[in-house]
DNA sequence: CTTGACACAGAACGCATGTTCTGTTATATT
DNA sequence: AATATAACAGAACATGCGTTCTGTGTCAAG
């Protein structure tokens, strides 16, 4: 016997919610804790107010980030009151800026050089040519966005790590390795950058492959090796110049 | 005896703080942590920032609630142009509202079965939360955008197309090939899914991997494969943040 | 040199806050 | 009416995060 459906769309608290989310931000510059969108919405539950958030992200309404407090952001604003035209604009426009992210292009990575890596002071803005646009929901949420940079790799030297020629990959600026991370690591013994999965396991370091069908290696002595930053994503565009398609067409 | 005094005005790590205040509200759609505020301008302990926000609140450069999370404001800004940059980024806004593009995810990619493909009446809209955001400056310009739909790759069995488990792969819905597109072959005589790169030679065809060490398989009758799409685009996302897992992820 | 304020690091403490679990009530569907 | 599910409440738990304390080096004024 099937039984009672939810309803489709929003429902009166999901839109009190929405609008209790976008009056707080307004209002002190940060969001609400579940516990004062409780307050605020008449519900006494924080489960319940997490069922409803819960929800909200499901719909696409909010993004929301997994244990931080007050990481909740609105994306879609539900308030379809009439209020001041020219201020409804300006927040759907800065909603929406936020949704895309800029990553300056800094340079090249290949296996016979160390990855060049922008000072944290680098100033992002100078140059717009050479920037990657991505979507912010693309994006890791919980990393440090301005730390994000993105570099196009150079030859075949990294199909071991899935990664071809021309592809570009993103990285995060980082001197340490979690286990499990995609790391771009300068072997000082080999004189070589490679891309690899990093696991530390005891006192060596296993680097792992992202070619399921090939070998990790392992490194005894952890000073041979430096992190250079921490792989955050890869992006192949297909369709660009023709250098790189065809190297046995006859 | 009084001894050394400090100096008026602010810092370098003062003003430093500020910017990650600003760019990190930017960026989130929240303030930072003390923490994070640590990470952002290398500043290793806790103590410190707290001290140095101490300082900026005395200064009136920001208001702080106390012992909330996240309860930062900026006041003042710090760089010279404040109003400059606000009227600047709203403009960048509304010329960039149309610059993203929404490309629903449909299924899955994986050898054993045909590409599912979306009919041309797909209906865009209807499931908002299966989708992937790409900036129009990463995808190529003469396409029909709306024939785009994206999917993620199941398993292992494409590796000799440089494509990894997980992996989004954009499609566009075509029966045709190009010599040198990327196109989604089902291969009829091996009930097999592939991605290789198409090349017309005379009567047969040939299907070279991306990978460059491994060998192009000829097809000796045109009539045994199906052009399913063509690959636009691979995105791989190394650390997906929880929020904005694959909808489709078991 | 001595001194005292400043600039810093690290750890510990405790409240704030997100998460989860168990259970209860209400409502739509059969 | 029976039942499965949605809609709720309360509490427990784990972690995030602000706060505070102790200690160490550094630099300028006496």
């Keep these: 016997m099937m039984a009672r459906k939810r309803k489709p769309g929003l429902g009166d608290r999901h839109r009190k919610i929405l609008q209790v989310l976008e ?35 499901e719909e ?24 001041q035209q020219a201020k ?88 340490e390795a979690r286990n499990g991370d995609m790391v771009a690591i300068w072997l000082e013994d080999r004189d070589e950058t490679t891309l690899k999965y990093f696991y530390r396991e005891g006192k060596r370091v296993r680097l792992q492959p992202a070619n399921p069908t090939m070998q990790s290696i392992w490194i005894d002595d952890p000073r041979h090796l430096r992190v250079q930053g921490k792989v955050v994503m890869v992006i192949r565009q297909m369709e660009r110049s023709l250098s790189h398609q065809s190297p046995l067409a006859a």
Aim: no cysteine; net charge negative; hydrophobic share 35%.
């Design 23 to 57: 009056n707080f931000q307004q209002a002190n510059g940060y969001p609400p804790t579940i516990r004062e969108i409780g307050e605020l919405t008449n519900i006494q539950s924080t489960s319940l107010v997490n069922y409803y958030l819960n929800q909200l992200q």
């Design 60 to 83: 696409g309404y909010i993004a929301r980030e997994d244990r931080l407090s007050r990481g909740i952001r609105l994306l879609k604003s539900a308030s379809n009151r009439p209020m």
């Design 88 to 175: 409804q604009n300006l927040q759907n426009a800065q909603q929406r800026v936020e949704e895309i992210f800029r990553i300056p292009l800094v340079g090249r990575i290949f296996a016979g050089e160390p990855v060049p890596v922008p000072a944290s002071d680098f100033n992002y803005f100078d140059d717009e040519s050479t920037a990657i646009e991505v979507a912010r929901s693309l994006l890791p949420g919980r990393e440090a966005l301005d730390d994000l940079y993105a570099l196009e790799v150079q030859g075949d030297s990294m199909i071991d790590a899935m990664v071809n020629d021309g592809d570009i990959v993103i990285m995060k600026r980082t001197n």
